[in-house]
Structure formats: structure tokens, C-alpha cells
């Protein structure tokens, strides 16, 4: 009796069991906005798995949310998956290619099921883009960049069809007539009538090989966090016992539009008041609804018996979306354009190479399975990284597989020694982004090249906007112009607040040779322009991809890579 008492209480890290894993990307995330970082945010259910996991201090990823989830999904930097030049838009039809190995094809390949949820954004030209057919079995969310939290339409944000392209175009023609003739820039307008698609889908495919395509109008009305988050609850409770899962879990709070419901509104923001309350209200409510969803996670599964031999990851896609375009603010919350989410007192945010733009709010959580829980690891973490972390995890408890047939090779480094072992971590460089084009919305206009090493950080070609540090409540201190080179110290300076590069010629050398030999390995954007919706509508307004062949892509079979057939699909249509 005493013998299995102490059989009972060994912890995880010595089970055979392969563990789970549940990956948490939460979108447009301030740096500053978790309760444990200082924010007057509440976050305790966050707050209580970092502070009893290991905080990942110096975890980064791309400016930007499709760059950023094509770095993890794949274990490459964009300038090798030809996402570096920015997002996937509404209406751009390309993506991340179909013969690029995925974390889910990695996990199914050692045995698990894998689910998907939420913000998929890394393409749906063909069925073969999209998640069920990219190594998870099932799906459900949406495979646009960003929509309504509640009706789920996704068109007011830049997907067009023909109609809306001549509007487009009729709106420049009249804005240069107005400047011709002194008048103010929006006198006399075509309103633009932007066609809304309907973008909420649950896949999966069943027992005769075919996809289904359920189209979840039922679900409409209903708070998107809550959604992802009941449909994360029943993947676990319907689990196969005999079979560890992976979960990806993208949720899309807190990217705008800035929306939640009233009785969130109440709960989670009582406590704020004056302009904090009218500036930050609904994105607070918006972080601590996603948090109460982790909470309601966590708790099944200790009530499931498995949550010490579960490693849950949460993260954000990149960071918040401050100082962004004035004249182009559609959240209706700030009409003054200023953005509610936080990364001071890191420099810039979201679509800029600066800290506040890639430095990601991130924890790792697992009482079986870390060691030291509790601590702060300072050491480099790369989005890419995850991929090979991954894999020597399940690696430890599976011996029977063989070596996926990955094809390509992954840019990360494993760093399951710093959470398993608490011994430093091997990466001492990574790749920011090397971008030749430029020419992002509400971001850096010109080509900018970015990379870390060791403790120094070169920019060049400006990297920003936004450029400056922007404080939630007190406004927005200015950086003055940016200057070519860029070089910071980031230990001693993790705020970018002087520039040094004329300090030290002979590093930013160093930083630019490599570079350098980086720009040598990098393939061709996949950006492609927006294209004519109409013909891919199918029941009402829902957005459908193309059958593989019609765009010559190619997929895995077997042991090798060849033309990817065509996929049998059943579209159903749930309403309310």
C-alpha cells in the first residue's frame, strides 16, 4: 500500500505517458497587457499558470499575425516560407505553401490527434491550404484574417469583388480631383459598399476520406472566445483515451474589432473608471474573457486527470497594435485612432521590428512536466522554435516511430533542455525579417532588413512605423526620425532608447554580414494581389477554396511529394 502511495505522487517528468500539448496564441497582444506584467487588466487565471511555470522573458516572433503563425506552424523564418513581405489581406489568395511539413503533420506523424481552433490566416486558395488538410483533424474557426466577434463577417476589413475594385478606384480618381481643385480630400465620395462574407466553418474528414464542410450559421451571435473556448472543452472531453492530443487554440481576442459582451463588459472592468475605462473598457473585457476560456480549459483538465501531463504554451501572435493610421481607426472605441493595447515601456507595436512589435507576452505551464517552476528564463525563444520542441518532447516518450519526411529544413532550435532541465538554451542569434518591398499599411514604408545577436540588435532601413513608445493613458512619447542603421544593446537598453550604431562600427559589420548570408537563402514572396471574390461564394456568401488541381499545388503521399489530387468535399449548411 505505502509502495503505490509513492508510485502515486512521482511526477509526470518520469511517466512514460506522452503528454499533451496545447499551444494558446492570443492576437495583437500588448506586451504590458497581463495582469503579472503590471496592467490594470485582469488576468488571474494567466496570472496563476505563468507565476507557476516559466516565464519566457525574451520570446519573439514577426510584427505581424499571418508572418508570425507561418513561423510557428512550419519551424521557418518567412524568408523561407515567402512570407516576409507582410499578411495574408482579405482577398489576396495565396498562402503558406502546401509542401511545407506542419507542426500538426509532425504530431500526427508520433500519434496524436490533433485539433484546430480559431484564426487559421495562413491561406484557403486551395482545400489543400487549409488546416484539415495541413495536419490537424479537425477544425474549427476561420480561415480569413479578422472578423466580426459576433456575426462572424469578414469583408468590412478589405476583401472585395469586382464592384467594390471599381468603387475603389473611382474614390482615388476623385481624391486627386479634389486636391487639383483645393477641396478637402473626401468631398464628393463614391461610398464604398464592401460586400460582408459570412467565415465561420467547422471541418473535419470522415470515414470515407471525404472533407466536410460544415458552414456554422448557428453559431452567429454567439462571443468568439466563448466559441473557440466550448469547442476546446468538447475536443478534450471527446478525446480518444488511448491517444495524447495536440491542440492549437488561436484565439482572436484581442485583435480589433473591439468587442464583448455586456455581461463581460460588467464583470471584468468594474474596477476601472475615468478615461481608462472609456479608452480600455472593451479591450479589457475582451483579455479577461480569453482568460476566464484558459481558466475553464485548466479546470477540465484536472477534473480529466491530465492536467501534470499537459504542457500548455500561451503566447501572442506579435504585439499590440498601437499608433495605429488616424485617418483609418475602424474600432469606433478610440476616434482619436489611438489603439487601447499596451507594450510600453517597449518601443513600437505591431507591424514594426521594434521590441513592442515582436517581443511576445509568453509563458509555458506544466506542474508534471518543468522543472523549477516558478522561474523566469531569460534565455532567446523563437516562434520557429516551437517545431523542434516539440518534437523532442513526444520523441522522449515515442522510440517506435521513424523520422517524419520533412523536407525542407527548420530554422529553430529545441529548447526543451531550459524548461525540462533548467540549463540555458543554445540560440544565440535569430533572423527578425529582411523585407525588400516595403510599402506596409500603417507600417514601415521602406525595405528593412532586422536581426538579433547575442545581446545586440541591428535595424536597417528603419523598421518602424510605429517608431515611437505609446503609454495607454499618457499619450505618446516621440523617437524623431529614424536614422539608417539602427543598432541597440537590448540587455542594457531593452527600450531602444539609444541608438549606438556609430558607437560600434565593427558590430554592426559583424550584423550585416550576416544578414548577408541569410539573404542568400531566401525564396520568393508568395504575396500575391487581391483578387475577384465572386466566382469562390458558395451558399449565400461563404468564401470556398478551389480543388487542388486547379492551381497545380503539390502534397505529401507516402513517402514522397507529387501533384496534389483533388479532395472530395461535402459543404453543409447548419443554421439556426
Not at 235 to 255: A, C, D, G, W
Not at 347 to 358: P, Q, T
Not at 399 to 410: E, F, G, L, N, R
Not at 557 to 568: L, R
Amino acid at each position: 500500500m505505502l509502495l503505490l502511495l509513492l508510485l502515486a505522487l512521482i511526477p509526470c517528468c518520469f511517466c512514460t505517458t506522452s503528454p499533451n500539448v496545447i499551444f494558446i496564441f492570443a492576437d495583437d497582444l500588448g506586451y504590458n497587457d497581463m495582469g503579472y506584467q503590471g496592467s490594470d487588466i485582469l488576468t488571474p487565471v494567466l496570472d496563476n499558470m505563468a507565476e507557476n511555470g516559466v516565464i519566457l522573458e525574451q520570446h519573439y516572433g514577426q510584427p505581424m499575425c499571418a508572418p508570425s503563425r507561418a513561423s510557428f506552424i512550419s519551424g521557418r523564418y518567412p524568408i523561407h516560407t515567402g512570407f516576409h513581405e507582410a499578411n495574408i489581406q482579405q482577398g489576396e489568395l495565396w498562402g503558406l505553401d502546401v509542401d511545407e511539413f506542419t507542426v500538426g503533420q509532425m504530431f500526427q506523424h508520433y500519434g496524436y490527434s490533433t485539433h484546430a481552433i480559431g484564426k487559421w490566416h495562413l491561406g484557403w486558395r486551395t482545400w489543400r491550404h487549409t488546416p484539415v488538410m495541413r495536419g490537424f483533424d479537425s477544425f474549427l474557426g476561420f480561415y480569413f484574417c479578422a472578423h466580426d466577434h459576433f456575426s462572424y463577417d469578414c469583408g468590412s476589413l478589405g476583401a472585395y469583388n469586382a464592384s467594390q475594385k471599381l468603387e475603389r478606384d473611382l474614390r482615388k480618381l476623385q481624391k486627386k480631383v479634389n486636391r487639383e481643385k483645393g477641396l478637402p480630400p473626401w468631398s464628393g465620395l463614391v461610398k464604398n459598399k464592401k460586400v460582408k462574407y459570412f467565415d465561420l466553418r467547422y471541418n473535419y474528414i470522415n470515414s470515407k476520406g471525404q472533407l466536410v464542410d460544415k458552414i456554422r450559421y448557428d453559431l452567429a451571435g454567439q462571443y468568439s472566445s466563448r466559441v473557440f473556448t466550448n469547442q476546446a472543452l468538447e475536443t478534450i472531453k471527446n478525446r480518444n483515451l488511448e491517444q495524447p492530443f495536440f491542440l492549437y487554440l488561436s484565439y482572436m481576442n484581442v485583435h480589433a474589432p473591439y468587442q464583448a459582451p455586456e455581461d463581460d463588459l460588467e464583470r471584468f472592468t468594474s474596477h476601472m473608471s475615468g478615461y481608462a475605462k472609456r479608452k480600455r473598457r472593451n479591450y479589457a473585457a475582451m483579455m479577461s474573457s480569453l482568460d476566464e476560456g484558459v481558466g475553464n480549459i485548466t479546470a477540465l483538465l484536472k477534473e480529466e486527470g491530465i492536467h501534470d501531463n499537459t504542457l500548455i504554451v500561451f503566447t501572442s501572435d506579435n504585439g499590440a497594435n498601437v499608433g495605429y493610421c488616424k485617418t483609418t481607426s475602424f474600432t469606433g472605441e478610440n476616434p482619436e485612432g489611438r489603439e487601447p493595447g499596451s507594450n510600453f515601456p517597449l518601443r513600437g507595436g505591431k507591424r514594426s521590428v521594434f521590441e513592442g512589435g515582436i517581443r511576445l507576452v509568453s509563458f509555458v505551464h506544466g506542474p508534471g512536466l518543468i522543472r523549477d517552476p516558478g522561474r523566469v528564463s531569460s534565455d532567446m525563444v523563437n516562434l520557429v522554435d516551437w517545431y523542434p520542441t516539440f518534437e523532442d518532447i513526444v520523441r522522449e516518450h515515442d522510440t517506435t516511430h521513424t523520422d517524419p519526411p520533412v523536407t525542407s529544413p527548420k530554422d529553430g532550435i529545441s529548447f526543451w533542455r531550459v524548461l525540462k532541465k533548467a540549463l540555458p538554451g543554445k540560440r544565440r542569434s535569430f533572423l527578425i525579417n529582411i523585407n525588400k518591398r516595403g510599402g506596409i499599411s500603417c507600417g514601415p514604408t521602406k525595405a528593412f532588413k532586422a536581426i538579433r545577436s547575442g545581446n545586440w540588435k541591428l535595424i536597417v532601413g528603419g523598421g518602424g512605423p510605429p517608431k515611437d513608445w505609446f503609454h495607454p493613458y499618457k499619450g505618446t512619447v516621440e523617437s524623431g526620425p529614424l536614422t539608417y542603421y539602427q543598432l541597440y544593446h537590448i540587455k542594457n537598453d531593452p527600450y531602444e532608447t539609444s541608438n549606438v550604431a556609430e558607437v560600434y562600427p565593427a558590430i554592426v559589420l559583424q550584423l550585416l554580414h550576416e544578414l548577408a548570408e541569410l539573404e542568400h537563402t531566401m525564396v520568393p514572396s508568395r504575396k500575391r494581389k487581391k483578387e475577384d471574390l465572386t466566382s469562390r461564394i458558395r451558399n449565400g456568401t461563404v468564401p470556398t477554396p478551389l480543388q487542388p488541381s486547379e492551381s497545380n499545388e503539390l502534397m505529401y503521399t507516402g513517402n514522397v511529394w507529387g501533384s496534389a489530387h483533388d479532395v472530395e468535399v461535402i459543404q453543409v449548411v447548419q443554421k439556426p
